[in-house]
């Protein structure tokens, strides 16, 4: 004959609790809730506050700058958006955006492609030398920018590539940026080795397992890297000052330059403006791909 279990004491703590006692908890709970809402709106506001108050300076005249350094204009008004979007110089503005986001994407191709199969060389493939090669390369990360300005500004001025788009690209298709490279690297240790063998076994070379088993594993760290690139590319300053000297062909940071040094007197209003539009492709770009972040900074390859 089957006995009935009498259900532990744990399980009717709820049922069992007081109504007062109850009533006292949920309040706490809702309170700590409430308290931690105002203090994440507040952090928020502090954070974003720069981008609202860059939004609403672009509607202030030039005059205003120094004068006004509150929240909103005294004298709204939209002729710095007129004086952007007939560009400067004889340049028009979807000409620098256009340079800004053929060298961006051209870097978020570059360094996906030559990351990841190096990546791959470092991770899968067995040869002399490779732990060296992959301490030399993560040394690299140590390596400031300005040591290699004069080297690099001279091998491509003998090249002749200066005043090109060549010593901001070429670099990206060289598995330069050892950051990602280390990033793809751990997510591809990560992928069992069995699915190589197992492909192995079918006949694959490195060439059919890199592209048919391990590309598709490793996209959260793939999308990552292009959103820091593009982030990087289209911010980039030093690069573009040191090699581009055509006006026609200067990307958005140098154009911003222009509206501060085509009179005595800079244009807030308009530099306002034309910064204001700028970041918007980046907050565009990060919006869309964001989710993929915690999984690209996480370097899980399989998640099961």
Wanted: proline fraction near 7%.
């Amino acid at each position: 004959m089957s006995t009935i279990e009498v259900p532990r004491a744990e399980f009717l703590e709820i049922s069992t609790e007081p109504a007062p006692q109850r009533r006292r908890r949920i309040k706490r709970k809702t309170v700590n809730t409430i308290i931690w809402m105002v203090v994440l709106l507040a952090l928020t506001a502090i954070v974003l506050y720069p981008l609202v108050w860059m939004l609403f300076a672009t509607f202030k005249p030039s005059s205003e700058f120094g004068q006004n350094p509150g929240l909103m204009p005294d004298n709204p008004t939209v002729d710095n958006y007129v004086k952007v979007v007939e560009g400067i110089a004889g340049t028009p503005l979807w000409r620098f955006f256009a340079n800004s986001l053929f060298i961006a994407v051209m870097a978020v191709i570059g360094t996906l492609f030559s990351s990841a199969l190096a990546a791959y060389a470092f991770a899968r493939i067995k040869f002399r030398g490779v732990g060296l090669l992959f301490a030399a390369m993560i040394g690299t990360l140590l390596l400031p920018f300005h040591v290699i300005i004069i080297p690099q500004y001279i091998m491509f001025n003998k090249l002749e590539l200066v005043d090109t788009y060549w010593p901001l690209i070429l670099p990206k298709f060289l598995a330069t940026e050892a950051f990602f490279v280390f990033l793809i690297v751990q997510f591809i240790r990560n992928i069992p080795r069995d699915m190589d063998e197992a492909a192995r076994i079918d006949g694959a070379g490195h060439i059919r397992i890199f592209f048919s088993i391990i590309l598709p594993l490793i996209k959260p760290a793939l999308i990552t890297s292009a959103i820091f690139t593009f982030i990087w590319t289209w911010n980039d300053f030093l690069g573009p000052l040191l090699y581009i000297n055509t006006p026609e062909e200067y990307p958005l940071p140098i154009a911003l330059k222009l509206y501060n040094d085509q009179t005595s007197t800079s244009d807030y209003g308009a530099t306002m403006a034309v910064s204001f539009l700028a970041l918007l492709p980046i907050l565009i770009f990060f919006i869309v791909f964001q989710r993929f972040l915690v999984d690209g900074v996480a370097t899980q390859g399989l998640k099961g």
